[in-house]
Every structure is written in C-alpha cells, then in structure tokens.
C-alpha cells in the first residue's frame, strides 16, 4: 500500500464515525458496561490514548478490549493475535467486517481505536479524538474509585488549545514529514515539528505537566507520539534534528510519565516497530525492523518529582495490569 504521493504534502483522511456513546444514549447508543468492545492496536498512537485512559480511568471490565496484531494489509487491521487468527467475542477475522456491518458501502479507512456494538457487530465510532473524551466524561458512573480526572471542566478550554496545536504539529506532523511526497512538503512538516516540540520543552521546564498540576489528557496525547520517536519516527519518518533522549526536558517528561502506573505498562515497543517497518513499504522497501534503540533508558531516574505535581490529583494509581492484558517486559 502507498502512503507517499510524490510531489503532495500528506493530507491525513478524518472522516470518522462520529456516532458517540453517551450516558443520556441521544446517538441511539448508551453506555452500558459490557455491551461494547473496544478495539485497539498497541503499535498505533491514537489507540493508545484509549488504551492510557481506558486503564487510568479502571474501565476494563465496563469497555472490554480487543487487540488486533501489529500490522495490517490494505482492508484491514486482523485479529491474528487470538487464535484461529478471530477476535473471540465478534467472531470475525478483519475488523473490516464490523465497519461493513455499519455500513455495507464503507470506503474510509478502516481505523483503530474502533468501539464495536457486540450485539449487532458494528463499528459505532472510529472519532479518536471524542473516544477518549467521552471516557473520562460520558462513562464516569463506571469508573474506578480513585479514578484521576484527565479532563477537568475548569481546564477544558486550555487542555482543547495544547491539544490542537500538538495534534496538527506533533502527532500528525511526525506523519506529514514522514509521508511527505516533496522537499518543500517535508520541509514544512520538519520546521513545524521541530518548532513546536521547542516551545513544549519551554512550557516543561518549570511544570511537571502540560497544563495543570496533573496528568491532564494533553499529556495521554503528547506521550503517544514521544514514546515512539526514537524508535520510529526519529528514523523511519526522517524527524531527525535530534532523537528525544537528546532533547534533556522532553526526555525527563516522556520518562516520567512512562514510569507512571497506566502508560508505559501499556506500550509494546516490539508491536510499534513491526507496524511501522512493515506496513509502511513504500518507505522501507526493504521490510528490515531495526533492532534498536537500547529501551534500557527508559527506566532512568527522571528527575521530574522536583517540580512539584500530583500525578493523579485526587485520586490514585491504577491497580496492576491484568495479566492477559499485559505487555512483555524488558
């Protein structure tokens, strides 16, 4: 499959599945523990926001999860991880099968994070951005006692304007250097990249988090794309003025936050290398998955406590992963 289109700038398709499940159930869907199943990729970074929030916030048994393997071919993410290669609750192979369950002439992209009706088979909402937002607000009476609150109502407006900005130059931008099909393109996506990730060290020399004095989900969405930029995007996607663990401030705080109960229990870096090095062939022909970077470091005293903070607010650390949850361990 073609992710670079020579002499284009890339143009990420977000056409989603807006359909949102709601306490009040006004889209037709309401929260209701069990009901639905929440579909996920560890190597992919928007499904890894839902999978941070989904275990800060205790959801595991109101939103079961399913995990699709790290690579797809051009239809679809596959269930190859379960056996006999089917996801054990939808019965199905693709998860192609659910969104053309929804809508039998579908011809978007067939994305991760997907929430599933169990009853029915079909895809409700492929939104990443509402998905997680939703949890923290719409399936409240279902969180964990002790559950941090990601998205206070009294920060909303400053969480909405980080998140903006980190999306279009961070998250996406490692996307638009890496797929950029010009110099001109890349050069672009580069500055931008490059740009913003200085003017978020600033915002981080003197505040453990990016707005508050907890983990906020400004910080869920900005970890996802530093967690993997040594490993991929430093490389693969040619974001290389420097790797993350030469930019002192941003390396503290990615480390901070990994070490932190919820979100580096929650990563594979083994997944997030096959997805990339593989899929994507049309910049690594060769399909050669590398063999570092040397994740030793990444346990590393971080330093970060000194600036004061409380990671959970009022609340409290998530409990141990559940053990067909867990991730392998280094």
């Known amino acids: 499959m073609s992710y670079v289109h020579p002499g284009s700038a890339y143009t990420r398709d977000s056409r989603y599945i807006t359909t949102r499940i709601t306490a009040d159930g006004r889209d037709g869907f309401p929260v209701e523990p069990g009901r639905y199943r929440l579909v996920v990729s560890r190597a992919c970074p928007w499904a890894s926001r839902a999978i941070i929030v989904r275990r800060l916030l205790g959801l595991e048994d109101a939103l079961p999860m399913a995990v699709a393997g790290p690579t797809h071919d051009e239809r679809s993410w596959t269930f190859d991880l379960d056996p006999g290669g089917r996801d054990p609750v939808l019965g199905i192979e693709r998860l192609q099968e659910a969104y053309?369950?929804?809508?039998?002439?579908?011809?978007?992209?067939?994305?991760?994070?997907?929430?599933?009706?169990?009853?029915?088979?079909?895809?409700?909402?492929?939104?990443?951005?509402?998905?997680?937002?939703?949890?923290?607000?719409?399936?409240?009476?279902?969180?964990?006692?002790?559950?941090?609150?990601?998205?206070?109502?009294?920060?909303?407006?400053?969480?909405?304007?980080?998140?903006?900005?980190?999306?279009?130059?961070?998250?996406?931008?490692?996307?638009?250097?890496?797929?950029?099909?010009?110099?001109?393109?890349?050069?672009?996506?580069?500055?931008?990249?490059?740009?913003?990730?200085?003017?978020?060290?600033?915002?981080?020399?003197?505040?453990?988090?990016?707005?508050?004095?907890?983990?906020?989900?400004?910080?869920?969405?900005?970890?996802?794309?530093?967690?993997?930029?040594?490993?991929?995007?430093?490389?693969?996607?040619?974001?290389?003025?420097?790797?993350?663990?030469?930019?002192?401030?941003?390396?503290?705080?990615?480390?901070?936050?990994?070490?932190?109960?919820?979100?580096g229990d929650t990563v594979d870096f083994d997944h997030i290398k096959r997805h990339y090095y593989l899929v994507h062939q049309d910049i690594n022909p060769s399909g050669i998955v590398p063999g570092g970077p040397d994740l030793s470091s990444w346990r590393d005293a971080h330093g970060r406590g000194s600036l004061g903070g409380r990671p959970f607010g009022n609340g409290t650390p998530p409990g141990p992963v559940a053990p067909e949850e867990a991730v392998p361990q280094w």
Request: hydrophobic share 40%; proline share 4%; aromatic share 12%.
């Open 100 to 263: 053309l369950a929804r809508d039998p002439g579908y011809d978007r992209g067939v994305t991760v994070p997907a929430i599933v009706d169990v009853p029915t088979g079909k895809v409700v909402t492929n939104d990443f951005a509402q998905i997680t937002i939703d949890m923290s607000l719409e399936w409240a009476a279902h969180h964990r006692e002790g559950a941090p609150d990601l998205y206070p109502q009294a920060l909303w407006q400053e969480i909405d304007a980080v998140n903006e900005t980190v999306y279009r130059d961070v998250n996406n931008g490692v996307y638009r250097a890496g797929f950029a099909g010009s110099q001109e393109a890349y050069d672009a996506a580069y500055s931008a990249l490059f740009t913003r990730l200085d003017q978020l060290s600033q915002r981080l020399t003197d505040s453990r988090y990016l707005v508050g004095d907890t983990i906020t989900e400004a910080d869920i969405r900005l970890f996802t794309t530093l967690v993997r930029f040594d490993a991929v995007y430093h490389g693969h996607f040619k974001c290389n003025r420097q790797k993350l663990s030469e930019m002192p401030v941003l390396w503290a705080y990615a480390r901070d936050l990994f070490q932190t109960p919820g979100f």
